[in-house]
């Protein structure tokens, strides 16, 4: 995640803009709400240490100013600081926003054609050469859908992927049934599209700059061109909106010191690299199971697609 926070902060501005920063004396543990800060500061500005936002309510009139703070300011989490950290005065993109927004990215990512697709070698676990032959999906996680199953490199027909099956006949309740037999000491590789997960898995959900998340080959830049997109302005503005270049520029307001030109370039980038991303991880076409004649027997030799 904090690669993913770097990489959009980087998109979204220039090293000129980062704006003023502020060092901290002396260490502050959790409950700490006290420092002399090297830099100046004033009463109501935010300062920016890691993902935690202080916001400065008091200012000695000492030589060495004490500064006083209000500790997780804006549904940030308080954490130790040590003596020496670097923190930015009213950032203009916290490190939580921009969390928020990658998150984001990886919902829309999926609804938009960039699916994580992966493969797992599999075994049939019925006898050899039965009418009816069953494989058992365990990723050790969810299954939004089978795309393609394949036998010796040969695409195979007719089969059926269910889910939520009882545990005594696929303890991960992940079950593709084939519709002819096949022998026992074949293996099938199966391509199959699974939700993105930040690790490691917590409960309730705590996703935080140490938590990781598997991305498809040729994705990489895409979730932070994504979240410094919607960063411009909050919203998700679809490719017909950018086309409509007079209308785009006069209904749009500026935010946040964001120009609408800038807000138009960004999404334009991230469409360009959706279309990169979609084009080097094709989906493969799903070849579900089709009913047959009742009775009507196939062997494996005969069901390449």
Not at 102 to 119: C, H, N, Q, T, Y
Request: proline share 6%; with cysteine; aromatic share 8%.
């Amino acid at each position: 995640m904090s690669t993913l926070i770097d990489r959009t902060l980087e998109e979204i501005q220039a090293p000129n803009e980062v704006g003023k920063t502020v060092v901290l004396v002396t260490a502050l543990a959790v409950g700490d709400t006290q420092s002399a800060l090297t830099g100046t500061a004033s009463v109501t500005n935010v300062i920016e240490f890691g993902s935690e936002l202080l916001l400065v309510t008091a200012k000695s009139s000492d030589v060495v100013p004490i500064y006083t703070f209000q500790r997780g300011y804006n549904r940030t989490t308080a954490a130790a600081l040590t003596a020496g950290a670097v923190g930015y005065l009213d950032p203009q993109f916290p490190r939580y926003r921009v969390m928020q927004a990658v998150r984001r990215a990886f919902d829309a990512l999926e609804a938009m054609g960039v699916p994580l697709i992966k493969s797992e070698m599999l075994t049939p676990a019925a006898s050899p050469f039965t009418d009816d032959t069953q494989l058992t999906l365990d990723p050790g996680e969810a299954v939004r859908e089978v795309l393609d199953v394949r036998l010796n490199q040969y695409s195979v027909a007719n089969w059926e992927f269910i889910d939520n099956v009882p545990v005594v006949e696929a303890p991960s309740g992940n079950l593709i049934r084939l519709r002819w037999g096949a022998n026992s000491a074949d293996t099938f590789s199966v391509t199959y599209r699974v939700p993105y997960r930040w690790l490691p898995i917590t409960t309730p959900i705590s996703v935080t700059e140490a938590s990781t998340i598997e991305i498809p080959e040729g994705a990489e830049f895409l979730p932070s061109a994504y979240a410094a997109a919607w960063l411009c302005n909050a919203r998700e503005v679809s490719r017909h909106d950018l086309d409509r270049v007079s209308e785009w520029t006069e209904g749009e307001p500026t935010r946040a010191g964001v120009s609408a030109r800038m807000v138009q370039a960004q999404w334009q980038a991230f469409y360009r690299r959706l279309d990169e991303a979609r084009r080097l991880n094709p989906i493969p076409k799903r070849r579900p199971y089709r009913r047959r004649a009742r009775g009507q027997l196939y062997s494996s030799s005969s069901n390449w697609g």
